[in-house]
C-alpha cells in the first residue's frame, strides 16, 4: 500500500502552519498515513486543548473513505449513512482532506482551530502547496 512520506508529511505540516498564519489563526495540524495512523502532527502554541485530537480525527476521518470531511455532512443526510456519525473518531466537519497522489489514496490531512471553513483552506492550501489532490 502507497503511503505518505515523513518528509511529505512534514512539508505539508509547514504548508498548513503558513496558510493558517495567514488566515490569522492558531491550529492544531495533523498528516496520518493510508492506514489513518498519525504521521505528522503539530499544535500552535495558541491552539485550543481540544484541537488536538479533532485534528487527528479530522485527517482520520478523511483518510477513512477518502472523502473530506466537509463532504460528510452532506453525506450524512442520507439515511442509510446516517448511522456513521455515530462512529468514535468520526467527524463531519470542515478540516481534514484526503491526501491522493493521483489516483491512489495516500493519507489524510486534519487542521483544527479555525472554524469549519477556515480549516478546510488550510488543508487544502496545503496540498496545493505540494502539488498533492484532496481528491482522485
Known amino acids: 500500500m502507497a503511503s505518505i512520506t515523513r518528509e511529505a508529511a512534514a512539508a505539508l505540516v509547514g504548508h498548513a502552519r503558513a496558510a493558517a498564519r495567514s488566515l490569522g489563526i492558531e491550529v492544531t495540524i495533523a498528516v496520518t498515513d493510508a492506514t489513518g495512523e498519525l504521521k505528522a502532527f503539530e499544535r500552535d502554541d495558541g ?3 481540544l ?3 479533532i485534528a487527528v480525527d479530522k485527517a482520520w476521518t478523511a483518510t477513512s473513505y477518502g472523502v ?6 452532506a453525506i450524512l443526510q442520507r439515511p442509510m ?3 456513521l456519525a455515530h462512529r468514535p473518531r468520526f467527524v463531519a466537519v470542515g478540516g ?3 491526501i491522493f ?3 491512489q489514496l495516500v493519507g489524510g490531512i486534519g487542521v483544527s482551530g479555525g472554524d469549519a471553513e477556515q480549516d478546510h483552506q488550510v488543508a487544502e492550501r496545503a496540498l496545493a ?3 498533492l489532490a484532496a481528491s482522485a
Open 101 to 103: 497522489d493521483g489516483a
Open 47 to 49: 491552539a485550543r486543548f
Open 96 to 98: 481534514g482532506c484526503p
Open 129 to 131: 502547496a505540494l502539488g
Open 51 to 53: 484541537t488536538a485530537t
Open 81 to 83: 449513512a446516517a448511522q
Open 68 to 73: 473530506s470531511t466537509r463532504q460528510w455532512t
